[in-house]
């Protein structure tokens, strides 16, 4: 008997090699995630391509219930959404406008996206590139 819990199985039964490694994150909790690929965490563990909380670490953070469980509903509630439905909230009049995004790359390289920031004083407006 063959084990098969390493490969993907394809149309057509071709097996597709399932890639062994991640790129590991570590995030700077607390923070949301959004990933387009497999990662790995920092205890380990891969996660599958989604929206993942990063909660907070150490014994100074006191977690309650009721924290627990808005963390939960919002996850629960970005997850399901039909796609297209939710707003950018990195977008021009989102909550997180101007907020660095980090993306994490299928090669493991991160990158910082950032919008531009108009700057306005005495002599007028000006748009500066970041």
């Given amino acids: 008997m063959t084990d098969h819990r390493d490969d993907t199985t394809g149309a057509g039964g071709n097996v ?4 062994r490694t991640a790129p590991a994150i570590k995030p700077e909790r607390p923070c949301w995630g959004v990933y387009q690929g497999w990662v790995q965490n920092e205890k ?27 963390i939960e509903a919002m996850g629960h509630f970005i997850r399901t959404a039909p796609k297209g439905t939710l ?31 108009t700057v306005h004083d005495a002599s007028g407006s000006r748009v ?3």
């Fill in 87 to 117: 707003p950018d909230p990195f977008g021009p009049d989102g909550p997180l406008y101007g907020a660095p995004v980090r993306m994490v790359q299928p090669d493991g390289t991160v990158t910082i996206k950032r919008p531009d920031l």
């Fill in 16 to 19: 597709v090699p399932f890639a």
């Fill in 44 to 70: 380990g563990s891969r996660l599958k391509p989604g929206v993942y909380w990063h909660g907070y670490r150490g014994e100074d953070f006191k977690r309650g219930p009721l924290f627990e469980a808005c």
């Fill in 128 to 130: 500066v590139k970041r």
